[in-house]
């Protein structure tokens, strides 16, 4: 997933207007993370090389992620997953719910120079238990992470063997970047004097990280107890002028002891020095590599029920403060093998130079605002506004019934299959590349069809201040109901609807009137049919005929039919009045008879 710091990088260029192909909306992390609302990137910041099953300590604020509901409080729905979705086994190590959570990480493949991870959260019926051994290993009896970096307590993450601090014991820098230890020694220690792990005679191994700035004198104590040679213990030490390290184990039952050194620790160098016991054989390693075995066939009881001092940094009674700085420290009730070490050495990434950064919160998209449904045969096209967050990536537009669907990375998006007069409820959608899709825009209805055709054979009938208007209902109602008509004369002037043919105009003033009629359905009005003229005047009303070629005004339409029993007079094929010619011959008839008649008048005088 291509991304700047922070922020998801949106890398297709959107184009507006666009038709997409109908396809299911893809998933976010398919099987992963469907149903996580929330995530977080960590970007690591690698100086070192390439690093394998990296055990990486990263810091995130869940402070008011617990309290915004958006984390649950055990922290059960907190996942981490790599840039291709490949989920990461980790480990809550400490301050859950608060500003510095501490989380181990392993992560499989951390490049050289900058990557990133993503923490997942907001899923409410997840859950996990924490265990560190998805991470450590198995067996764990004891675990120092040393990630306080402050504090009194030195806190086992596994037991109950919490060592407290006393003295000058002070906190430094670790073993890598992030990471903490502890210091000073030589006037103070780490201790708890009731009891201590009790490993018995059977297989374990203990291991820690430590920085020695020399390793001269008696015993250099790392971990462990000693009092006497009579009473069972053991310890994790660094001894003689020969940086020799040695994995001391007691009895009382014997009243000696067997001790196995080696030499090859370096002064002033971050190691990991390990003792492990397995079927009596024992052996210590440095990084996770075999120096030599002894004290075969020893298996002394190193039970140590209240006996003490439990020690770090003295780990003998009386004896010599450890020089140096000690770090990352594990117990466990099993013989890890050379291999197990080696990797927790190379995984837990001593002397590399590493860091991690939590970006901004991310979130699921919200939801579009869907503003229009245009409707036009079997198609719709869906218009919407995008959602302001969640950095969507893609959109998709669902129409019901039929779970008809289109995808696209902007409006308008055109779903296609859509049945003629069946009505659809539609939404759109949005995603983003992490956490899938967002919710679902208010639906928007509509019905699928075209708009109706114009009706036809338009008449008009005058009778004085009203006329009447008959059509004939158009051939292609578009698949669609047609619901009304609509009557528009002098350019909308006068107008009437009705749900059929015929429609009445009624107090109409004295005039010349040219009128269309549309039909309607669910789509929208269709077109207009062709004009029809008429006169509404106190000389008589008079009826020019319709432009639409269909439509021939009847006599009884015109007001001329012979059961009429009105004056107004009937058009002729060519628009003259047959009867208004009439009226004038019979006006120059009559002036004629007047004019013989006084004529004659006057012969007579």
């Excluded at 004891?142 to 990630?147: D, I, K, N, Q, V």
């Excluded at 959109?395 to 009505?423: E, I, K």
């Excluded at 039909?519 to 049919?529: D, E, Q, R, Y």
Aim: charged share 15%.
């Amino acid at each position: 997933m291509a991304r700047r710091r922070s922020e998801i990088v949106v890398s297709a260029l959107l184009s507006c207007g666009a038709l997409f192909v109908a396809a299911p909306a893809r998933a976010a992390c398919p099987g992963t993370f469907d149903g996580w609302s929330y995530a977080t990137p960590i970007d690591f910041d690698n100086k070192s090389a390439a690093q394998t099953n990296h055990l990486a300590l990263v810091t995130i604020d869940t402070s008011n992620l617990v309290e915004a509901s958006k984390l649950k409080a055990d922290g059960g729905d907190l996942r981490f997953a790599d840039s291709s979705c490949n989920e990461l086994d980790a480990w809550v190590d400490s301050g859950l719910g608060t500003a510095s959570t501490k989380v181990w990480v392993k992560v499989a493949s951390l490049p050289a120079g900058a990557s990133t991870i993503y923490a997942f959260y907001g899923k409410a019926n997840a859950t996990r238990t924490n265990d560190p051994s998805r991470l450590f290993g198995g067996n764990l009896v004891a675990l120092y992470t040393f990630t306080e970096g402050s504090g009194a307590t030195l806190k086992d993450h596994v037991g109950t063997f919490d060592l407290a601090l006393s003295g000058t014991v002070a906190w430094t820098s670790g073993f890598r970047t992030g990471t903490s230890a502890l210091n000073g020694f030589a006037a103070g220690r780490a201790m708890r004097t009731d009891t201590m792990p009790a490993l018995g005679s059977a297989d374990f191994t203990a291991f820690s990280v430590v920085l020695p700035n020399t390793v001269d004198g008696s015993t250099h104590g790392i971990i462990g107890n000693y009092n006497d040679d009579n009473v069972p213990g053991w310890s994790l030490k660094l001894q003689g002028d020969d940086n020799r390290n040695g994995f001391m184990l007691l009895t009382s039952d014997e009243h000696g002891w067997c001790q196995q050194e080696y030499p090859g620790v370096e002064s002033g160098v971050w190691s990991m020095l390990a003792g492990r016991r397995a079927s009596g054989l024992h052996t210590g390693l440095i990084n996770g590599v075999a120096q030599g075995t002894g004290c075969e066939d020893d298996v002394r009881d190193v039970s140590t029920g209240a006996l003490g001092p439990w020690e770090l940094g003295h780990a003998y009674d009386g004896g010599d403060a450890f020089d140096g700085n000690i770090a990352f420290t594990a117990i466990y009730s099993s013989a890890r093998s050379d291999a197990d070490l080696l990797a927790l050495h190379d995984a837990l990434g001593i002397g590399t130079n590493i860091t991690s950064t939590a970006g901004a919160e991310l979130g699921k998209p919200g939801a579009p605002t869907l503003t229009n449904v245009d409707v036009s045969g079997s198609e719709a096209q869906l218009t919407f506004t995008p959602p302001t967050t969640g950095n969507p990536t893609s959109y998709t537009a669902t129409c019901n019934p039929g779970a008809l669907t289109a995808t696209g990375s902007a409006s308008p998006l055109m779903v296609s299959g859509l049945t003629a007069g069946t009505p659809y409820s539609c939404t759109v959608h949005a995603s983003n590349d992490l956490l899938g899709d967002g919710p679902e825009s208010t639906p928007v209805s509509s019905e699928a069809g075209d708009l109706p055709g114009a009706p036809t054979k338009l008449t008009a009938q005058v009778n004085g201040k009203t006329a009447t208007l008959s059509f004939v209902a158009p051939a292609n109602d578009g698949g669609l109901a047609i619901t009304s008509y609509s009557v528009s004369c002098q350019d909308g002037a006068v107008t009437e609807t009705g749900p059929s043919s015929p429609i009445a105009l009624e107090n109409l003033v004295a005039g010349a009137y040219s009128c269309t009629v549309a039909a309607k359905n669910a789509k929208g009005v269709g077109p207009k049919s062709g004009a029809v003229s008429f006169t509404i005047g106190s000389s008589g009303p008079s009826t020019e005929p319709s432009s639409d070629p269909a439509s021939t005004p009847s006599p009884d339409a015109a007001g001329g039919g012979a059961d009429s029993g009105c004056s107004v007079p009937a058009f002729n094929a060519r628009g003259s009045s047959t009867s208004g010619a009439l009226m004038v011959l019979a006006g120059v008839l009559a002036t004629l008879v007047r004019r013989r008649r006084s004529r004659a008048d006057s012969n007579r005088a």
